[in-house]
């Protein structure tokens, strides 16, 4: 049989997620061990690491040089962290499948909790929804730029460059670090959409790919990872917004909720829907809420 090639950044988190993907598909029995192969793409947003991605071209710095090589046949499948795919995706692409979903929420590195933080505390963290989440409980923060892999930005903590920062829990975890830093309750900071969703793509008219992700697809995992990304959809969120959403599905009811806030956190709105898993009408009844009551601080991140 020939290879199956799974295609992924090379960052330790991103090899970890991808050597998932190829034993959920051994344990399976979709493939053998042996005709896994994990092919390592170096990214323009690994390359870039000292500016915010929204200043040099968003979320497809994690994703284009995957996708060029998924269209060019170069690989099989491309793995990626969901939080960290852009919101429209080309019609060539399919998102094939997504892993059970691990735990949503943020880690605190540096203090017990926010209120802990010193006076003036200086956070490093490049998420423009972190960064408003932490100046709306506490205004006195100074957020600073801080990217890398996980293993880089807790060196720059350990070395003093900042006080605190902030990782998903999910990837902590799924790099055998869940005992660093406190989780952050959901009610304090919604997460990111998609966050702690590990997502697989194929290219859309590749019939046998497809068939061999579905089986391990996790389809409330799906529905949820659906439902967020329709919200941001609905928004024209890019990554200059800060947008926290987070649905969750239980006893065939989906809950949607969803957080806008102003980049300086002093504005914020929620909104929280339920509704049937895959009704397109919920998210964009979630979107179309929250901009009718946003202030003009927060309406105008997703004007034009």
């Given at each position: 049989m020939a290879k199956f090639r799974i295609g992924t950044r090379g960052s330790p988190l991103a090899l970890t997620q991808a050597n998932m993907v190829g034993q959920?598909?051994?344990?399976?029995?979709?493939?053998?061990?042996?005709?896994?192969?994990?092919?390592?793409?170096?990214?323009?947003?690994?390359r870039v690491q000292d500016r915010a991605l929204a200043e040099i071209g968003g979320k497809a710095l994690w994703t284009k040089e995957?996708?060029?090589?998924?269209?060019?046949?170069?690989?099989?499948?491309?793995?990626?962290?969901?939080?960290?795919?852009?919101?429209?995706?080309?019609?060539?692409?399919?998102?094939?499948?997504?892993l059970h979903r691990a735990d949503v929420r943020?880690?605190?590195?540096?203090?017990?909790?926010?209120?802990?933080?010193?006076?003036?505390?200086?956070?490093?963290?490049?998420?423009?929804?972190?960064a408003a989440q932490l100046r709306k409980i506490r205004p006195d923060l100074q957020i600073v730029l801080f990217r890398g892999n996980v293993e880089t930005r807790l060196a720059k903590l350990a070395a003093g460059e900042v006080d605190a920062t902030l990782l998903a829990a999910a990837g902590l975890a799924r790099l055998g670090r869940d005992d660093v830093g406190t989780a952050i309750p959901i009610n304090v900071m919604l997460p990111a959409p998609a966050q702690g969703i590990i997502g697989v793509e194929c290219r859309a008219d590749d019939a046998h790919s497809l068939a061999m992700l579905k089986?391990?697809?996790?389809?409330?995992?799906?529905?949820?990872?659906?439902?967020?990304?329709?919200?941001l959809a609905a928004l024209k969120a890019d990554c200059h917004s800060p947008?926290?959403?987070?649905a969750t599905l239980e006893g065939g009811i989906l809950t949607l909720r969803a957080e806008l806030l102003s980049q300086d956190g002093a504005h914020h709105l929620y909104?929280?829907?339920?509704?049937?898993?895959?009704d397109p009408l919920l998210p964009r009844a979630v979107a179309q809420d929250l901009l009718e009551h946003a202030p003009p601080e927060i309406r105008r991140l997703f004007e034009g």
């Amino acid at each position: 049989m020939a290879k199956f090639r799974i295609g992924t950044r090379g960052s330790p988190l991103a090899l970890t997620q991808a050597n998932m993907v190829g034993q959920h598909l051994v344990d399976a029995e979709i493939v053998a061990a042996q005709d896994v192969e994990i092919v390592t793409i170096r990214t323009t947003g690994d390359r870039v690491q000292d500016r915010a991605l929204a200043e040099i071209g968003g979320k497809a710095l994690w994703t284009k040089e995957l996708d060029r090589a998924l269209l060019a046949g170069d690989i099989d499948c491309a793995v990626h962290s969901m939080k960290d795919v852009e919101t429209f995706r080309p019609d060539m692409i399919a998102i094939a499948a997504t892993l059970h979903r691990a735990d949503v929420r943020d880690r605190l590195i540096g203090a017990d909790s926010i209120e802990s933080l010193r006076q003036n505390a200086v956070i490093g963290t490049s998420s423009p929804r972190r960064a408003a989440q932490l100046r709306k409980i506490r205004p006195d923060l100074q957020i600073v730029l801080f990217r890398g892999n996980v293993e880089t930005r807790l060196a720059k903590l350990a070395a003093g460059e900042v006080d605190a920062t902030l990782l998903a829990a999910a990837g902590l975890a799924r790099l055998g670090r869940d005992d660093v830093g406190t989780a952050i309750p959901i009610n304090v900071m919604l997460p990111a959409p998609a966050q702690g969703i590990i997502g697989v793509e194929c290219r859309a008219d590749d019939a046998h790919s497809l068939a061999m992700l579905k089986a391990i697809d996790d389809p409330q995992t799906h529905a949820c990872a659906d439902a967020e990304r329709a919200f941001l959809a609905a928004l024209k969120a890019d990554c200059h917004s800060p947008v926290a959403a987070l649905a969750t599905l239980e006893g065939g009811i989906l809950t949607l909720r969803a957080e806008l806030l102003s980049q300086d956190g002093a504005h914020h709105l929620y909104s929280q829907i339920e509704g049937a898993p895959l009704d397109p009408l919920l998210p964009r009844a979630v979107a179309q809420d929250l901009l009718e009551h946003a202030p003009p601080e927060i309406r105008r991140l997703f004007e034009g």
